[in-house]
């Protein structure tokens, strides 16, 4: 029997691929170049598997050019640059990566929140540039985390682990709001309450984005959001670029409509509004929340267990379109 071939899109762990190559005949991509839609299609010819990250775009158009995928394994807990109908539409497993990258984002969530709140990129800044000389009462003076109210918008795992650390570590008062209101022992063990969407951007001192990038979640956070937030508080968004208009949040921060955001994805990315990059008060950093080592680690794993449960017969531990199993062969 011929051994399944995949193509690994992006440079990963070598221990991962070596991994793979025990069981598939492996095209990799070590140095790492970004496919343009073309080239991906190409590389893909021939191919049962891939091994994706965000940056790859699986939709009809590849889909109908390479009949031979059986299945398609994101680096990622977050999949929208899957057409998951279009997958589901061709039998095509689609898989993701949650829960293990769950709480080192949730940490990396809340230290974006604090650096923000906190004024530390622009101090860190101000201080290289040599112009730190001497203290002053009220030099770079921002706005408290313990004791404010954490507002958070999407509740799902990544919601739920910085609304913990929230109320339990920093005696926030904590308000959420998601499409689905979580069971009341889920918002008792988190210490969050429900509101509706007006409350939460009335009330939040510090509103954090966590909701999956969806076409109805497009701009959820645009101009009239943003005025009708507190002129103290500040905006983390650590879910996808495009849930808020960064033009809009850009325009916000200038004229001080909110204090300041701290943003870990950009619409457009790794571009940003070059607007972003002329207001002081806002913290940037390139998609990282998820980037410790041991996570990164164990987000290669599970995509690679994805990948060889799903072509040698076993059952994919995290599918997102499991109607689709058994897989055709
Ligand atoms: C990834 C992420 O680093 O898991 C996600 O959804 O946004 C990040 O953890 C990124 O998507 C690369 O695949």
Request: proline share 5%.
């Amino acid at each position: 029997m011929t051994r399944p071939a995949i193509l690994v899109a992006r440079a990963v762990f070598p221990e991962v691929v070596s991994r793979l190559r025990q069981h598939f005949d492996v095209e990799d991509n070590p140095t790492d170049t970004i496919f343009t839609p073309a080239q991906l299609i190409q590389r893909l010819q021939g191919k049962q598997g891939a091994f994706t990250t965000g940056s790859e775009r699986i939709g009809a158009e590849l889909l109908a050019a390479c009949p031979q995928l059986r299945v398609v394994s994101n680096m990622a807990v977050g999949y929208n640059n899957f057409d998951v109908e279009a997958l589901t539409s061709r039998g095509v497993l689609a898989t993701n990566t949650p829960d293990v990258l769950t709480e080192t984002t949730a940490d990396f969530g809340f230290a974006l929140m604090m650096a923000t709140a906190r004024r530390m990129a622009e101090s860190e800044q101000y201080l290289r540039r040599g112009e730190w000389t001497k203290w002053a009462y009220d030099m770079f003076t921002g706005s408290d985390i313990h004791g404010s109210t954490l507002g958070i918008l999407g509740m799902g795992r990544i919601g739920q682990g910085i609304a913990r650390r929230g109320a339990l570590g920093f005696g926030m008062r904590v308000i959420y709001h998601n499409r689905s209101r979580l069971p009341a022992e889920t918002e008792a063990a988190v210490g969050a309450r429900y509101v509706d969407k007006a409350t939460l951007l009335a009330q939040a001192d510090h509103l954090v984005l966590v909701l999956p990038y969806t076409a109805e979640n497009h701009h959820v956070i645009g101009a009239v959001e943003l005025a009708a937030m507190k002129p103290t508080a500040t905006l983390t968004n650590i879910a996808r670029g495009g849930i808020v208009d960064d033009a809009a949040l850009a325009q916000a921060l200038r004229d001080r409509r909110i204090a300041a955001a701290g943003l870990d994805v950009f619409e457009g990315e790794p571009a940003l509004n070059p607007a972003l990059l002329t207001v002081p008060n806002v913290v940037l950093t390139p998609h990282i929340a998820s980037a410790s080592i041991a996570t990164r680690r164990a987000m290669a794993d599970l995509a690679a267990d994805n990948l060889i449960a799903a072509l040698t017969g076993g059952v994919p531990p995290t599918p997102i379109n499991p109607a689709v199993l058994p897989l055709r062969t």
